[in-house]
């Protein structure tokens, strides 16, 4: 294993600098793959994954992404599951659906909700934290009982924080590593709600909360064994923040022959458009809402047969109210997506805020759709402009290039067969979980 211990260099991995205490430890352990247990690297590991907001169904972006990877690496290793679940899921369920785990566990546990006197409490206590309240809400003292038993009867290589929404209930500093899995840069999507915030009082407390969150995501950087972003940009801003800690990136996946069979069972409509996510995480209303007032008109005075098909999970009233005016189908969950994006002409993701990486774009792509994205809709994705996607950032030119596509049909079809093959090539979930595997084993010997 070489390390180079100069500061502005690169380390093997895409790693960035570590202090010159762990590069040392790093060089003496080559061989070994956990701390004080000399184990081959191609055995087994005994890992703890931790999340809060649980696993099944796994009807969201970072809940299939931990899904996929939880059940390539059980396959391989000895995965424990620790997890919630809220009332109206099943537990049972998740067990059922992670065959191959060593043990899953959910407790039960409810987050505040936005509107409800809870999430004002924790909002007014969290201002004495220094926890923004999206983590000051989500310290779950059953969860961090069952961590710290689990790590003292158990003998794991490694914990995995999954989200950071579950490191508060983690030891970060101890004798197991642990990783922190970023499915996002968490203060980034903070700054960008201050950013499109137009009422000052609500600007104020945004601003407020997302430098905490920077504090805090940065402060658990420097404590984690390592940190693995879900995309390169991820990982450089991640870095920057963190200068001397080690940050690593895989890539996003996909159920290629889940979604691949659909194209070959729906048929898609001319003038029709589809957008699919979960309608209760703030951005996906808020690239809705912008989409209906300020996009769609635009495009329905050029081709005004074009439909809107807004498919996820706990739609507000705020957006069935919208939708309503605009002839806009809300669907509310669903138990399957494709055949909404197989019916659809073109895939749109007009996302003004957010973070990480959308795996929609992945499926709509695996399923040969054409996508029009926003720049922060596609971010972190490794997609060439023109080949397998079109972006477009303000209203105007947002409308144009989707009146241009829907009335294009050799392009639209150029473009979603170039992204459906470079998923088939590239972005398979048992690619990622190697990928995450080999981060783990690199993490053991840091």
């Known amino acids: 294993m070489n390390i180079t211990v100069s500061k502005n260099k690169k380390l ?16 003496e352990k080559d061989r070994v793959v956990t701390r004080g247990d000399n184990t081959a ?7 703890l994954w931790v999340k809060v907001g649980g696993l099944w169904p796994a009807n969201t972006g970072g809940r299939l992404r931990s899904f ?32 191959f785990c060593h043990r899953v566990v959910s407790l039960p546990y409810a987050s505040p909700k936005r509107d409800s006197m809870r999430f004002l409490l924790s909002l007014f206590k969290s201002w004495f934290s220094p926890l923004p309240v999206d983590l000051y809400k989500n310290r779950i003292s059953g969860l961090q009982n069952a961590v710290q038993r ?5 003998k794991y290589n490694i914990c995995i924080a999954d989200f950071l929404f579950a490191v508060p209930n983690v030891p970060l500093k101890g004798s197991v590593p642990t990783i922190f899995f970023a499915h996002n840069v968490e203060y980034m999507i903070w700054k960008r709600l201050c950013r499109n915030e137009s009422n000052p009082f609500k600007k104020m407390l945004l601003e407020l909360e997302w ?43 996909v159920d290629v022959d889940y979604f691949r069979s659909a194209a070959e069972i729906f048929k898609s409509k001319p003038f029709e458009l589809v957008f699919t996510g979960s309608m209760d995480w703030h951005p996906n209303e808020d690239a809705m809402l912008y989409f209906i007032e300020a996009i769609l008109p635009v495009i ?33 969950t669903v138990d399957d997506i494709r055949p909404y994006v197989d019916q659809a002409a073109l895939y749109i993701v007009p996302l003004r805020i957010g973070g990480g990486t959308r795996l929609k774009i992945f499926e709509a792509l695996a399923m ?72 783990c084993r690199d993490a053991l010997v840091l």
């Open 211 to 253: 430098r905490k969150m920077r504090n805090f995501e940065t402060g658990v950087c420097k404590q984690a064994g390592m940190t693995i972003a879900v995309s390169q940009e991820d990982c450089n801003q991640l870095s920057a923040a963190a200068p001397d800690c080690a940050v690593s990136a895989i890539p996003t996946g």
């Open 12 to 27: 093997p991995g895409n790693f960035y600098r570590l202090d010159d205490r762990r590069i040392s430890r790093a060089k």
């Open 368 to 439: 040969g759709k054409a996508v029009v994205s926003t720049t922060i809709g596609a971010e972190g994705l490794p997609l060439k402009e023109g080949k397998h996607i079109v972006r477009a950032d303000d209203a105007d030119s947002f409308a144009e290039t989707v009146i241009m596509l829907l009335r294009d049909s050799k392009r639209r079809r150029m473009l979603g067969s170039a992204g459906q093959q470079l998923m088939e090539e590239k972005y398979s979930w048992s690619t990622v979980a190697d990928e995450f595997e080999a981060r």
């Open 68 to 99: 996929h990877i939880l059940s390539q690496l059980s396959k391989k290793h000895n995965v424990t599951v620790l997890t919630t679940h809220s009332p109206s899921e099943d537990p049972d369920a998740l067990k059922q659906q992670l065959p």
């Open 300 to 332: 329905r005075k050029s081709i005004a047969q074009v439909t809107l098909t807004i498919v996820g999970r706990n739609p507000s009233r705020k957006l069935y109210d919208a939708a309503s005016k605009a002839d806009v189908q809300v669907t509310g």
């Open 41 to 47: 690297a191609n055995e087994r590991l005994n890992i």
């Open 150 to 154: 689990l790590l003292k009867e158990e």
